[in-house]
């Protein structure tokens, strides 16, 4: 039988909402692995707010978080650690030159959260639970560490303006990416490193525990997760991904998130390569 190294994306993945993990998929993963596979989860979720399914599925690999900016090993404290940050000055200069455009603003140090101000509306993406730390206030003030990366909310149809301004400034140094959204959300930018990706942090799992090109499988939803199914031998997008995913992807699946995607097709696939 072949063993596979299979990434897995989970919001709009394998998670339809910020908790929802059934027990039947978590059964299932347990059961993949004990076929020999090996699972990596790859989000741009901070580690605090992934480590629950990395325990449901009783994981033994490394974990990508931040989008590839932070790759740790929570079962091999030997394990070489990426961690990319922004400088905490380009932070501060890209928030203070677009303050009239900014509602709201945060980012994290690992697993340290730095918000511009408290905003009861916005407390679902900060995943707090968990967090080492939570400092509100001016960047200018409370930001002591370069960070992961930063997620800016625009007011409302500003995000385009916010963008150019990064694109423009920093020119490929740093990068930035409106999130596909509408509604009082239109304008939400994630401010990362060109490092950052799924696509290198995969390779860099891969190749840490030994696995070819030819035996990685990914899935994923989003715009965030196009180098990681560029990247894998058998790219997978969900029914509802993004128009881009959806033009690399080698298989587009017939589901959604919603209606457990990710197991029908792991458990047909599988199955049909023993």
């Known amino acids: 039988m072949d063993k596979y190294l299979i990434a897995l994306d989970l919001d709009g993945t394998i998670l339809y909402d910020f908790d929802s993990l059934s027990e039947s998929l ?4 347990k059961e993949v692995q004990n076929q020999g596979h090996k699972i990596v ?45 922004v400088d ?3 932070i501060i200069d890209i928030f203070d030159k677009n303050i009239e455009h900014i509602r709201n603003a945060f980012c994290e140090v690992r697993d340290a959260i730095y918000l511009h101000k408290d905003e009861k509306t916005i407390e679902p993406l900060l995943h ?7 400092s509100v206030g001016p960047f200018k003030e409370t930001l002591d560490d370069d960070p992961n990366g930063a997620i800016i909310i625009g007011k409302q149809g500003r995000g385009k303006i916010i963008k150019e301004y990064i694109d423009t400034t920093y020119s490929g140094n740093i990068l930035s990416r409106i999130w596909d959204l509408s509604g009082e959300y239109d304008s939400i930018i994630e401010v990362f490193t060109p490092q950052s990706n799924k696509g290198e942090a995969l ?8 696995f070819e090109r030819k035996q990685v499988i990914a899935i994923g939803d989003g715009h965030n997760d196009i180098e990681m199914l560029e990247y894998a031998n058998l790219g997978v997008a969900v029914r509802n991904a993004h128009p ?19 197991y029908r097709f792991l458990s047909e696939y599988l199955n049909t390569k023993n």
């Open 26 to 29: 978590s059964d299932f993963m």
């Open 41 to 85: 989860i790859a989000t741009g979720r901070p580690f605090r707010s992934s480590k629950f399914v990395y325990d449901r599925f009783d994981l033994d690999t490394p974990i990508i978080n931040y989008n590839g900016g932070l790759i740790t090993h929570p079962r091999n404290p030997d394990f070489k650690r990426i961690n990319y940050t």
């Open 88 to 90: 905490k000055d380009v």
């Open 128 to 134: 707090v639970k968990g967090s080492t730390k939570l």
């Open 203 to 210: 390779k860099y799992v891969a190749d840490y525990l030994g």
């Open 244 to 262: 881009d995913l959806i033009k690399v992807a080698d298989i587009v699946l017939e589901h959604t998130s919603h209606e457990n995607a990710v």
